[in-house]
């Protein structure tokens, strides 16, 4: 299977372990590599090293200096969701900002403390072989 | 009435109503030519008997005298005699012709001037006294009073006067009496007008101004100077329209107060709201970032409580264990408390989208997601059918969940536990009810209820955040219903609650709950 890239934006080192925790967890080759702010992210993802680009974008919303609406619409202007899904992860966020990325696309969204099977089931559809409609299963959801 | 004003035509019938100059003229100049023409008329009728009594009387003289003239000469047979009285009779003005007639009826002798056409004569006959009988004719000749007799009369006289002379006199006094009433009545005519110009000249004045007046214009004043009754009337009008004028102002200066007032008010609403606004702003992302700060640690925390109990878990004795439940527990705690915050305060922010519920089936699927997670439990639910409300779908479903929630935790313990769903009519209103036989409180605490974080039972005893009805309660005032708990400790809760009214759907449009 091929190896997947995953890019986790997440600014609380805290957090960054426990995520990372989990997804090498997760049944799959992962490539894992983390950003601590949006600068970071940035020059990870628009940057002249850009290439390989990571399958898939964990992206914490409440980052210092550059928030992660801003960097959402950043990779946005150059990226469509089919190239780059991005995943929001957070434990309470406004219901405005969620409706922003809706809008500018995201994969999911997945809140804190992370669901391992949850996460599982929307790596399982990046990696599908025949993705007609990639994103149509991992769906946004809404908090309740 | 109507039919005779109507003799005079629409547009003179419209007048005569309206214009009381119109009116009084009309009055007046009739009143003038009745008087006036009643007047004309008995002086012609007057003149006319006095006349004809004249001729009449003039006449019958002029037939008498004849008739004593000729008598002798008739007597006598001598013609001469009786043509020269009858030329004497004729010599008289207006006498057209006399005729002398004997006792026979034969004609003696007649005089005549030419008849005129288109003239009026009127004829005048007396008898020729004669005598008792021949013996007594020397009585004649001395005079002696003849006793009327016809049968003794000798003859007869006819003479026939022509009236014209005397019809035209009498034509010319028509004429003067019709001039004099002519004239009479232009005088009065002219003086009719002018005294109901002058009449109505106030009450003209004082229309004008009234109109002015209605039209807004107060500084018009009626200049009626005399001291009759339209005098008092005019100075009674400045007066009143002086007492308007001061009133308006009056309520004109309340009225800009007021609106002056209004002004501040609006301004002040205005500065509230911007203030609310901003507050309320300020308020929500308060909200979202303490949720957020406050619920990261705690999300951390139990992060590695797990990683502890999963990486070092085999090296931990039983109390280790024990202790980092213990922290987990606490952790998820304080998570559920912040959710309900949230939860509490996303209530006030939610555009609602209200529709017809079928509350029944609501609490039909809330109680069995009850029974699902805690499928141990024995509650028989009690559910009346067909409930309808109107409302918004979450917010009901997360009412019915608190509500449902709590009859289901302070029923736990009881072996014959039962939740009853209902409703009542009561003064036109329909009345929700959810009833259990459970632990139920004291009433004296009732006020603490529905304020967040305010408990009657020890958490220990029954878990909970301490927020619960307080989210009911802002649900159901959100519809502008009403919620209020009825308890007595150990027999049981009941909670009333009114929601509007829906209406019963065919098909599936309440079935939507399934979430």
């Known amino acids: ?93 406004n219901p405005r900002d969620l409706k922003l990325c809706n809008e500018m696309g995201i994969s999911g969204y997945l809140s804190k403390p992370l669901d391992p099977a949850e996460l599982q089931g929307h790596l399982e559809a990046l990696t599908r072989p025949l993705r007609f409609s990639p994103d149509s299963s991992a769906g946004p959801h809404p908090s309740p | 009435m109507p039919s005779i004003l109507n003799l005079f035509g629409p547009v003179f019938t419209e007048k005569l109503r309206k214009s009381f100059r119109v009116r009084l003229f009309v009055g007046i100049t009739l009143l003038i030519l009745f008087v006036s023409s009643g007047f004309a008329f008995l002086l012609f009728y007057q003149q006319y008997q006095a006349q004809s009594d004249k001729r009449t009387t003039e006449g019958s003289l002029m037939a008498k005298l004849l008739a004593r003239d000729v008598r002798l000469a008739v007597f006598s047979g001598n013609r001469e005699e009786i043509l020269q009285a009858a030329r004497g009779t004729m010599s008289l003005p207006d006498v057209q012709s006399v005729e002398i007639y004997d006792r026979a009826g034969i004609l003696l002798g007649k005089l005549a001037n030419p008849a005129k056409t288109d003239v009026r004569y009127t004829v005048f006959t007396d008898r020729i006294p004669g005598l ?286 039962t939740i009853e769903f209902g409703h009542v009519e009561q003064a036109g209103e329909s009345i929700c009810f959810i009833r259990d036989n459970g632990a139920g409180f004291d009433m004296t605490y009732y006020e603490k209820l529905f304020q967040p974080f305010q408990r009657l039972h020890n958490i220990d005893e029954f878990p909970g955040t301490g927020v619960g009805l307080a989210i009911v309660q802002r649900i159901i005032s959100r519809h502008g219903g009403r919620i209020w708990l009825e308890s007595s400790e150990g027999v049981g809760t009941t909670c009333y609650f009114i929601l509007p009214k829906g209406r019963e759907e065919q098909g599936a449009g309440s079935r939507g709950y399934a979430q």
């Not at chain 1, 997947?4 to 426990?18: K, P, Q």
């Not at chain 2, 016809?150 to 019709?178: C, F, Q, W, Y």
């Not at chain 2, 609501?362 to 309808?388: D, G, H, K, T, Y």
């Open chain 2, 132 to 417: 008792l009988n021949r013996q007594l004719e020397q009585q004649l000749i001395v005079g002696k009073q003849w006793d009327g007799n016809p049968e003794n009369s000798v003859g007869s006289v006819r003479v026939v006067v022509d009236e014209s002379r005397a019809d035209a006199r009498l034509h010319k006094t028509i004429l003067m009496a019709l001039l004099a009433t002519t004239l009479f009545l232009a005088f009065g005519i002219i003086a009719a007008f002018r005294l109901a110009k002058s009449m109505s000249r106030p009450i003209a004045q004082l229309s004008a101004c009234a109109t002015a007046l209605k039209n807004g214009d107060d500084s018009v004043r009626a200049a009626i100077e005399t001291s009759d009754e339209l005098g008092d009337l005019a100075h009674s009008f400045n007066s009143m329209i002086e007492a308007i004028r001061m009133r308006t102002k009056d309520l004109e200066e309340a009225l800009e107060e007021l609106y002056q007032l209004n002004v501040a008010l609006e301004d002040k609403v205005q500065k509230r709201t911007a203030q609310l606004e901003s507050a309320n702003r300020e308020l929500e992302s308060f909200n979202y970032s303490a949720s957020h700060d406050l619920r990261a640690p705690l999300t951390r925390l139990a992060g590695f409580c797990d990683a502890l109990k999963e990486e070092y878990g085999t090296i931990l004795d039983e109390q280790g264990i024990h202790y980092i439940n213990r922290i987990a527990a606490t952790g998820d705690q304080m998570d559920r408390v912040l959710s309900a915050l949230l939860t509490l305060y996303q209530i006030q922010q939610r555009e609602m989208t209200p529709r017809n519920l079928d509350l029944s089936e609501l609490v039909s699927a809330v109680a069995a997601s009850f029974r699902q997670r805690e499928p141990e439990r024995e509650v028989s639910f009690n559910i009346q059918e067909n409930v309808m409300v109107f409302g918004d779908m979450k917010l009901i479903w997360l009412a019915l969940e608190n509500l449902l929630g709590n009859a289901w935790k302070f029923t736990r313990g009881r072996s014959d536990a």
């Open chain 1, 1 to 93: 299977m091929k190896e997947i890239g995953i890019l986790l934006v997440e600014d609380n080192d805290d957090d960054r372990f426990l995520t990372m925790r989990l997804i090498r967890k997760l049944p799959f080759p992962l490539r894992i590599e983390t950003a601590k702010n949006g600068e970071e992210a940035l020059k990870r993802i628009l940057g002249e090293n850009a290439d390989p680009l990571p399958s898939l974008v964990l992206l914490d919303l409440q980052l210092p200096k550059i928030s992660g609406i801003s960097l959402l619409s950043s990779i946005r202007e150059k990226y469509s969701q089919s190239d780059l899904p991005v995943i929001v992860l957070s434990s309470s966020d």
